[in-house]
């Protein structure tokens, strides 16, 4: 199974809305990760957990709060969002934690919009 | 951080090779190269990986100059299922770095 799923699919959230997106993989990797992704842009690391541990955290504004309840599950738990955050968000797994080497298996995303 | 460029996009005739060059002028010493390739509405699929001179798997080719400041892409006899985005990306195996996707080369394969 090489596959990464990523739930919903969809998602329409107002400013003041909590909401979660989540990830599986069943491919036994350690490393699972979030990118954002505007359009026509390429994708933006946000985080990477390595051992269900944050190892890379980008900057990213606290209204994005990632989890890692284990090695095969990676939430990102969404909060007083804002209309630029409307993107395509990508989770994505590897054996490892870097991102710069590893061969990365990605979902197909949940396409966000925040109104 | 290696910044890289590539073309914005390109078109291609069925059943040519494409060849689709990523500029990486300031690679470290221990950076490896690798390419992705993108569908609408799909995540990055992985294509190839390499550091140096030529790498070929059952897709794409990767051929990387000694001085390694470019890698071009290399697609045998493309088809129209070919047509995507296609990024370039340069990391450390080293350590948790940030890394960057290139820009990206939109690729259309015409009949």
């Known amino acids: 199974d090489t596959e990464v799923t990523q739930t919903p699919k969809h998602l329409v959230m107002g400013m003041t809305n909590k909401k979660s997106l989540k990830c599986e993989q069943h491919?036994?990797?350690?490393?699972m990760y979030w990118y954002k992704q505007k359009a026509k842009k390429p994708p933006e690391l946000m985080f990477v957990?390595?051992?269900?541990?944050?190892?890379i955290n980008e900057s990213v504004p606290s209204r994005f709060s990632p989890e890692c309840p284990n090695s095969s599950l990676l939430n990102l738990h969404l909060h007083a969002l804002q209309p630029e955050d409307s993107a395509l968000y990508l989770c994505?797994?590897?054996?490892?934690?870097?991102?710069?080497?590893?061969?990365?298996?990605f979902g197909p995303g949940t396409r966000l919009t925040v109104l | 951080l290696a910044k890289t460029t590539q073309p914005i996009s390109m078109d291609s005739y069925e059943g040519q090779e494409v060849n689709i060059t990523c500029s990486h002028n300031?690679?470290?010493?221990?950076?490896?190269i690798t390419w992705y390739q993108q569908f609408p509405s799909q995540g990055p699929r992985f294509i190839i990986q390499?550091?140096?001179t030529k790498v070929t798997n059952e897709v794409a080719s990767l051929f990387i100059p000694a001085d390694r400041k470019s890698s071009t892409l290399s697609l045998p006899r493309v088809s129209l299922s070919d047509t995507a985005v296609y990024y370039c990306?340069?990391?450390?195996?080293?350590?948790?770095?940030?890394?960057?996707f290139g820009t990206g080369t939109k690729l259309q394969v015409i009949p």
């Open positions: 994505a797994s590897s054996q490892e934690g870097n991102p710069g080497t590893d061969t990365q298996y």
């Open positions: 491919m036994g990797h350690r490393a």
């Open positions: 957990y390595s051992y269900e541990k944050l190892s």
């Open positions: 300031n690679i470290a010493t221990n950076d490896y």
């Open positions: 390499g550091y140096k």
């Open positions: 990306l340069v990391g450390d195996p080293g350590g948790y770095q940030k890394v960057t």
